[in-house]
């Protein structure tokens, strides 16, 4: 199976061999891009299926190792907690073979290794993901609609060739309900000016009006960050004249699941 490109008839014989639980994994990790193995285990191995947590674990990275094996996932060179972390601190992409079997339209991974910033930015969309799903799970919220890049990206009338390029969009239904988010996650690696740039053309996007026209409302504007940083991006947004400020909402890591879920005033 290692080195060479497979046929279309090996191809097809190793996608029967999958479970729909391997589909279901591969799907979400070519969704995403990156998934830490932590992730990987809490989504598509709980612990309630198995005997215990760590049977949990140990099917799971099972089923991780013959992924690779198969070349469908690799592995970064990088960890989460380095090289001393274990197959837990692995983090996972698709690999080549595994876009071939999900016949994904976008292009091909890059087989090089992707920036720290990246991989730090990438696997925070991911956990709220997983802290989501998770959520949703355990009945806290009905999870309506997740859309990672690009699917959540849109463009915006009246700007030729601008596209508005949100982190994430979530719909989340509570009770009677429905709370419609985009959402960006801020690491602190940008000055405020471009957060602002950014909210910007949120405002141009909000007042064009096509949200709006395709589903009755426009959503809301989540900005995942420090505390810090959260408090200078609200003044700013306050002192402008020319942002809606009940578009933008602030909240920490550690906030953002209830604000997500209706929380925020």
């Not at 099917?59 to 989460?80: C, K, N, P, S």
């Not at 602002?196 to 395709?214: F, I, W």
Request: charged content about 30%; overall charge positive; hydrophobic content about 40%.
């Amino acid at each position: 199976m290692r080195g060479r490109r497979l046929s279309r008839l090996e191809l097809e014989r190793l996608r029967r061999r999958l479970s729909d639980r391997d589909r279901e994994l591969l799907a979400q990790v070519g969704e995403l891009r990156l998934m830490s193995t932590r992730q990987v285990e809490a989504l598509h191995f709980p612990v309630g299926l198995h005997a215990s947590p760590t049977a949990a674990a140990r099917a799971g990275r099972r089923v991780l190792e013959r992924l690779t094996r198969d070349r469908l996932l690799r592995r970064l060179q990088r960890r989460i907690g380095g090289v001393h972390a274990g197959s837990a601190g692995y983090i996972y992409a698709l690999a080549p073979v595994g876009q071939r079997l999900l016949e994904l339209e976008r292009p091909r991974p890059r087989l090089w290794e992707p920036s720290r910033l990246f991989v730090e930015h990438t696997l925070a969309i991911s956990q709220l993901v997983t802290d989501l799903t998770l959520a949703a799970r355990q009945g806290d919220h009905e999870l309506l609609t997740v859309q990672v890049e690009p699917e959540c990206w849109r463009p915006v009338p009246g700007l030729a060739r601008t596209v508005l390029r949100p982190d994430l969009f979530v719909a989340l239904g509570v009770g009677e309900f429905e709370h419609r988010w985009f959402v960006e996650i801020d690491r602190g690696t940008v000055h405020l000016p471009t957060l602002l740039k950014k909210c910007r053309l949120y405002e141009r996007y909000y007042r064009a009006g096509s949200e709006q026209a395709e589903h009755s409302v426009f959503p809301r504007v989540l900005w995942i960050t420090t505390a810090p940083r959260g408090k200078a991006l609200e003044s700013a947004i306050t002192r402008s004249n020319k942002l809606t400020e009940r578009l933008f909402v602030t909240a920490t890591e550690q906030q953002a699941l209830a604000v997500l879920a209706g929380g925020a005033s």
